[in-house]
């Protein structure tokens, strides 16, 4: 079974303040970001506010597609929290390396980590593979781009209607 992006589990509410730090510590090599992620895992902040948001722009996307409003609610997370460094290889972008770094601890960069997991997701699968399920309303996208239920169980339960 495919393990559903970082963004969906964040909506979903099925990771924590720790898992986004942690990821960020699986991923990153830039060690002045280790630091700030480190010290962050000391701390608990409660994103039930963020999550909350996101949930409502996800549903967004998913009903009107990207618009200037999605735009400038993920710049607002990223543009002072993160700086994406892209390593190329030999010309095209096949085989690039896409990795952030924290530009400062006091700005919101655990959320910005989440829209980041985000947009590199529209940018390799699009939009269209962002579903929320019709029957319990959490978010997926491993189904396919004609799903519309997030499991057997409430396909099954749509049917029992």
């Not at 589990?9 to 630091?35: C, I, Q, W």
């Not at 699968?125 to 929320?132: A, S, V």
Request: charged letters at 25%; one cysteine or more; glycine letters at 6%.
């Amino acid at each position: 079974m495919r393990l559903e992006p970082l963004f969906i589990r964040l909506a979903n509410g099925s990771v924590t303040y720790t898992d986004v730090v942690d990821s960020l510590l699986a991923t990153t090599t830039h060690e002045p970001s280790k630091e700030i992620a480190t010290k962050a895992k000391e701390i608990s902040v409660d994103l039930s506010v963020f999550k909350r948001d996101f949930g409502n722009m996800l549903q967004d996307l998913i009903d009107n597609g990207i618009n200037q409003a999605l735009i400038n609610y993920v710049n607002s997370y990223m543009k002072p929290s993160l700086e994406e460094i892209v390593e190329s290889s030999n010309g095209g972008r096949t085989g690039e390396k896409r990795s952030i770094i924290i530009k400062a601890a006091d700005a919101p960069w655990v959320e910005a980590v989440v829209c980041y997991n985000l947009c590199l997701f529209i940018k390799a699968y699009g939009i269209k593979e962002i579903k929320q399920c019709a029957v319990c309303k959490k978010f997926f996208t491993n189904k396919g781009k004609y799903a519309v239920y997030c499991s057997d169980m409430c396909k099954g339960s749509r049917s029992q209607r």
